[in-house]
């Protein structure tokens, strides 16, 4: 396995760096914070439960903001901007670019979740004085949420190769959303009795990214425990998911002209 | 004599243009062109010559619509090509938010060099394009003149053995034209191939081992800058100054042009010295002489006239 894209992933880690992507953090220091002192007033079970469920869903949403964003311009930026003709005179494969672009944007969603995630941890902290060993749950709906970041990514960075900025981020806030509800979509289709229906709905069922298994937030904030197996499920769907992504981006890139 | 340091067979580029992307327009014509290992080669040709575009293809930044290219036996396909290697776009520009030094450190990364090495090479290129004080100023402060210098310094950086330059003068102020000159010959004298493209003749007749000249992406003609041109003398430019007071001879008032406090005639050479004679009976003083020879410039715009005289045979058409 080469180093290039670890080479151009940690160049993309300190352009997002520069640019004061991680500033975001502010913006979710402030509003745990302004939850704590509000939830102080209600009973500890239930601040915990206010704390956890407004905290993920902000490392989620500001997650997924960051993925489909950044994510749309990592490829069309360096052609925009021709910084990729000279990468490319040197000994770089156009995959090996992709792959470090996807590799330096995961890096820096990886960084800010734990960051993030270390504000929840305070938070919840502040309100109960313990924490629970229940609390793990949290650990793993976050590491889910990170999954879903590098799915959204993979498919932004797709979508981008062949499309200009704009139109990656709708294809991509189109694909998620189908994604969150991929399981309806089947379920539908299969009560038309029409069999083409019903084929149709299989096969987005398949090719759609299945999100509904990746949100656990309901679940950890109850305290409820998350089976290891959905661990290893998810983990595997994502791995194999993102890299067929990543093959077919890899597949439209490399045959196209850099204008 | 190896193999070529550069190969290039048929080359040729259609670009689909339009919204619906279905015409098509030629870009470059069938090039085949050699270019042998150590030397410097100019790379001629108008606006829309197509010089660019057979820069692009070489890089495999576009791909060719027919034609191969080989690159020191290797084909321009084989990424172990690019080891070997530099190459500067035209206007270049690079991450703004790195400093020259990051810069150049970035790419020496991809061709493995350790630490120390790396080191020792940023700050021995940034010195050698003249940008020791700037190494550590980020880029998006840089002028378009020390871009183009960086530009350079990151083509070079890894000691390729053949560099191609898109335009490496354009932007430079005179000194800085006489640093990148400086630095061709300096490649050249170590034995390095340089193929670089440009509108300026003088720098391709002062540079240049041969150069090949492109138009409407048809390559015209290769050779030594005097081969392309016929050297002849075709007539002696004489420069004078009248003392104050008195005017050119009456032989010359038709012919002489005053330019500041001194004139310029043009006369065929049989005629110099019967001039000369003149010039000295009326006490002129004779400030230089120097034969006319056609420039590549004088044959460039030729070519460029006779081109729009004829009907354009290659610009658009269908596939
Ligand atoms: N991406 C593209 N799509 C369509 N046509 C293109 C594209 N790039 C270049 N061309 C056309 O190809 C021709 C050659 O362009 P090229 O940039 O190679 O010229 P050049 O010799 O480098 O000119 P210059 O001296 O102005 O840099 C031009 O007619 C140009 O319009
Ligand atoms: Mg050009």
């Known amino acids: 396995m080469s180093v290039i894209p670890a080479v151009v992933a940690i160049n993309t880690f300190r352009e997002a760096v520069r640019d004061r992507v991680l500033y975001n953090l502010i913006f979710f220091a402030l509003m745990m914070i302004g939850a704590s002192i509000l939830v102080g007033e209600i009973s500890i079970g239930i601040s915990r439960l206010v704390i956890i469920n407004l905290g993920l869903s902000a490392i989620s949403i500001f997650g997924l903001v960051m993925a489909i964003f950044i994510g749309v311009g990592l490829v069309s930026k360096e052609i925009e901007k021709r910084t990729l003709y000279t990468l490319l005179s040197k000994p770089v494969r156009r995959w090996e670019f992709l792959v470090g672009k996807f590799g330096g944007l995961l890096l820096t969603l990886t960084v800010n979740t734990i960051l993030m995630t270390l504000g929840l941890a305070a938070a919840l902290y502040y309100v109960s004085r313990n924490f629970l060993r229940a609390d793990a749950s949290v650990l793993v709906a976050v590491y889910f949420i990170l999954l879903e970041l590098a799915l959204v990514t993979a498919l932004a960075l797709f979508f981008s190769c062949f499309s200009s900025p704009m139109l990656s981020t709708l294809f991509t806030l189109g694909v998620y959303v189908s994604g969150i509800f991929s399981k309806d979509i089947r379920d539908i289709g299969m009560l038309t009795r029409n069999p083409a229906m019903q084929a149709a709905a299989q096969v987005l069922y398949y090719v759609l990214p299945n999100f509904h298994n990746f949100n656990t937030i309901t679940a950890a904030a109850h305290g409820e425990s998350i089976p290891l197996s959905l661990i290893w499920q998810n983990t595997a769907y994502a791995a194999l998911y993102v890299m067929l992504v990543l093959i077919a981006a890899s597949a439209v890139f490399s045959g196209r002209d850099l204008k | ?319």
Not at chain 2, 202 to 228: F, H, N, T, Y
């Open chain 2, 1 to 319: 004599m190896g193999t070529p340091a550069i190969e290039i067979e048929g080359l040729t580029k259609d670009y689909a243009v339009g919204f619906w992307r279905k015409r098509m327009r030629r870009s470059l014509d069938n090039l085949t062109l050699q270019v042998e290992e150590g030397e410097a080669f100019g790379f001629l040709g108008p606006n829309g010559a197509g010089k660019t575009t057979t820069l692009k293809l070489l890089m495999s930044l576009v791909f060719p619509s027919a034609g191969t290219a080989r690159v020191r036996g290797r084909s321009i396909d084989d990424v172990r090509m690019h080891r070997e290697i530099g190459y500067l776009p035209e206007q270049p520009y690079f991450y703004d938010y790195l400093t020259a030094r990051e810069l150049l450190d970035y790419y020496a990364r991809f061709f493995g060099y350790p630490l120390a090495e790396r080191r020792q090479r940023v700050t021995r290129f940034l010195e050698r394009v003249g940008l020791a004080d700037a190494g550590d100023v980020q880029l998006r402060k840089f002028s378009k003149g020390m871009l183009q210098r960086v530009g350079i310094a990151q083509a070079i950086v890894h000691d390729p053995q053949v560099i191609f330059l898109d335009e490496p003068m354009s932007g430079l102020d005179p000194v800085g034209r006489r640093e990148v000159r400086d630095i061709i010959l300096d490649l050249k004298r170590q034995g390095r191939t340089v193929f670089f493209s440009t509108h300026i003749l003088s720098d391709a007749e002062m540079l240049c081992d041969r150069v090949a000249v492109l138009l409407g992406g048809k390559l015209q003609g290769v050779g030594a800058p005097g081969e392309i041109v016929s050297m002849e003398v075709y007539g002696m430019e004489v420069f004078f100054e009248m003392r104050p007071g008195s005017s050119p001879p009456t032989a010359l008032a038709g012919s002489a042009t005053k330019i500041g406090e001194r004139y310029r005639v043009e006369v065929p050479e049989v005629q110099l010295y019967p001039v000369l004679e003149q010039l000295r009976n009326c006490q002129a003083r004779i400030l230089s002489v120097a034969p006319l020879r056609p420039t590549l410039e004088d044959y460039f715009l030729k070519l460029v006239a006779r081109d729009k005289a004829a009907p354009h045979p290659a610009g658009e058409g269908a596939r």
